[in-house]
């Protein structure tokens, strides 16, 4: 059965570090990857999404994720980070084998300090 | 209605005792999905509908755990006979379709059993 891992349980940086969050997933096949995110109090919304072509997608608020077949890895970036993305982040896989299942990561809490 | 509705918001049951969430999901949504979030566990896939497809039911902890989805539109969630492990964050999803549409997501229904 597909799986998620998401490495890091909390990650604390100060505002303007670079964040990097990793994702990996194990299943062989083709897979639709997304990552939501959980600001406090509020519903999860998606972030960004990979189906297919450019492995570099952006998504919304400046983030980004690379897709990397290789390393069945779907990491998310943001160049500089501020106070107000503080939240849960959550890595979620779809297996083409699955029809709409989407199975998510433990989740990453990002604290950031002002 | 405008995004997808939980109720109740918050449940406090006895151990032993029968609970049933519900889920309004985005009207025209085909897809609906039930989830348990848990401190530390990330979110737990439970159940899975499609249409009028027979749903996913891989993701339930055990038979105690039930759902059905009337008419295509309202799933209900039922526990019977709730243990203290059962005490979780429920949350209820809708997309368009499966696969590649992002998931709209509800508040929640946090569940204490007691």
Redesign the interface.
């Known amino acids: 059965?597909q799986s998620v891992s998401?490495h890091n349980?909390h990650v604390i940086l100060s505002e303007a570090a670079s964040l990097e969050l990793g994702c990996n997933y194990s299943y062989g096949g083709t897979v639709?990857l997304?990552w939501?995110v959980q600001y406090p109090g509020q519903?999860?919304?998606?972030l960004l999404?990979y189906?297919s072509g450019d492995p570099l997608v952006k998504g919304i608020k400046g983030f980004e994720a690379e897709f990397i077949k290789s390393k069945f890895s779907f990491n998310l970036r943001k160049p500089s980070v501020q106070w107000s993305d503080t939240a849960e982040y959550?890595c979620?896989v779809?297996a083409d084998n699955?029809?709409?299942?989407?199975?998510?990561?433990?989740?990453t809490e990002l604290s950031v300090k002002p | 209605g405008a995004?997808v509705s939980q109720s109740p918001s918050n449940k406090v049951t006895e151990k032993g005792k029968d609970v049933e969430l519900r889920c309004d999901p985005i009207s025209g949504h085909t897809?609906l999905?039930w989830?348990r979030q848990s401190l530390?566990?990330?979110?737990?896939?439970l159940i899975?509908f499609?249409g009028n497809?027979a749903p996913?039911k891989?993701g339930l902890p055990s038979d105690r755990f039930s759902a059905e989805r009337t008419g295509g539109s309202v799933s209900t969630l039922t526990i019977q006979r709730t243990q203290q492990e059962d005490s979780a964050v429920y949350?209820c999803?809708s997309?368009l379709?499966?696969?590649?549409e992002?998931?709209?997501?509800?508040?929640g229904t946090q569940l204490s059993v007691l």
């Not at chain 1, 699955?98 to 989740?107: E, M, N, S, V, Y």
């Not at chain 2, 379709?97 to 590649?100: A, C, D, F, P, W």
């Open positions: 059965a998401q349980h639709n997304f939501y519903h999860l919304q998606l999404k189906f959550f979620a779809n699955q029809g709409g299942k989407l199975i998510f990561g433990q989740g | 995004g897809a999905y989830y530390g566990q990330g979110l737990e896939f899975y499609q497809s996913d891989s949350l999803a997309s379709r499966q696969g590649r992002k998931l709209f997501f509800g508040s």
